[in-house]
């Protein structure tokens, strides 16, 4: 393992220098990877696999066709490496619980049984196995329970994957029944293209992910976002002049400096009016948000956060309630004007 130092705080990191792509083969030889889910990590992860020669079967519902339908059109081959999702847990070795959290609590008592002495199951998201009291799942402890979660959407692990890099994953070890459970772990994280793995544990990454989620990656950036374009636009800007200072410089310039060299680097290449305007007022917007972010958190860590979720997401008429939500912000002014804005892109 690689040692890094964070300024002050070393981690141990697992890099493909560490653990090669070779090695992960080695591991997995006699192993059947089976990806249950084929929506938006399953197809990432199972065609990475596949690609780095590691045998793989896909789990799913021929009554889902459009996921069904996707799966065919990608190759794998109804009866043989696309089955029912307990066929599937049947036959695998590596069982990747990959369907929506959702949609895990509903499948969970179909694939239980189908689990064997020495199988690993296998997540990329803490969430059923942390809030087992609500989920309902529990695995069993003749098993391997592990996970590796990357940092991006299924087509990010994709993307990345075929552009040669990789993108950076987390990954921890629940329960390690046969003593296999890291280089099993390591070998699917290796397996799916991940740039690096970095350690954490099952109740870590939901936390920080369920916090991250609704704070600075999508709920605080889109609330923040709002809140800029309201003002200006009050003031009497127009559409296109507010959309552009809130989003379109951010997306299109700025934050693509900031993924390169990191803040500072970000702040010292712009004018030395915007530099001095945003080291003073980031301590009032941190000041600010904090409690907010100190509110939810507590809320995530309660298991608030993954009631609503679920209750929500059990809801029969969930999707047409989720399409009014994104159909009011599609159609707000905010993102028309964006909508216009991105049109006239050269």
């Known amino acids: 393992m690689a040692r890094i ?32 889910g ?21 789990g799913g519902s021929p009554e889902r066709k459009r996921s069904w339908d996707k799966a065919l059109n990608d190759g794998w081959e109804a009866g043989k490496t696309l089955l029912p999702f307990e066929e599937a847990a049947e036959k695998g070795t590596i069982v990747q619980m990959l369907v929506s959290d959702a949609a895990q609590v509903m499948l969970w008592p179909r694939i239980e049984p ?27 402890d003749f098993v391997d329970v592990m996970m590796v979660a990357p940092k991006g959407s299924g087509t990010s692990v994709r993307a990345n994957f075929l552009a040669g890099t990789g993108i950076n994953s987390s990954y921890a070890v629940h329960q390690d029944h046969t003593g296999r459970a890291l280089e099993r772990t390591l070998a699917v994280g ?15 990454e ?13 709920g605080a950036l889109a609330g923040v976002m709002e809140a800029q ?40 290449n712009t004018s030395t009016t915007a530099q001095r305007g945003a ?20 809320s995530v860590v309660a298991g608030t956060e993954t009631q609503i979720v679920l209750q929500a997401n059990s809801s029969a008429d969930y999707r047409e309630k989720l399409e009014e939500e994104l159909r009011e912000m599609r159609e707000s002014e905010m993102w028309q004007a964006g909508a216009q804005v991105r049109a006239l892109r050269p």
Not at 206 to 218: A, F, I, K, N
Request: charged content about 25%; hydrophobic content about 40%.
């Open 206 to 218: 939901v936390y920080s992910d369920l916090t991250g989620e609704r704070g600075v990656l999508m």
């Open 38 to 58: 084929y929506g938006v990590q399953g197809p990432a992860q199972a065609l990475d696999l596949r690609d780095n020669g590691i045998s793989v079967i896909v």
């Open 279 to 298: 080291l003073d007022w980031r301590h009032r917007f941190r000041e600010a948000v904090a409690p907010v972010f100190d509110e939810l958190y507590g």
């Open 114 to 140: 189908h689990l064997k002495e020495g199988d690993a199951l296998y997540f990329s998201h803490g969430f059923s196995v942390v809030y087992r009291e609500q989920t309902g799942v529990v695995p069993p």
């Open 229 to 268: 374009y309201e003002v200006l636009r009050a003031h009497g800007h127009s559409p296109s002049e507010a959309f552009n200072e809130t989003v379109e410089e951010l997306t299109q310039s700025l934050i693509r400096l900031v993924g390169e060299n990191g803040m500072d680097w970000m702040y010292a």
């Open 190 to 204: 290796i397996g799916i293209g991940s740039g690096y793995l970095f350690p954490t544990t099952f109740e870590g």
């Open 5 to 36: 130092d964070f300024g002050g705080t070393v981690e141990e990191v697992v890099t493909r220098d560490e653990f090669p792509v070779e090695k992960a083969r080695e591991v997995l030889k006699d192993e059947v990877v089976a990806v249950l």
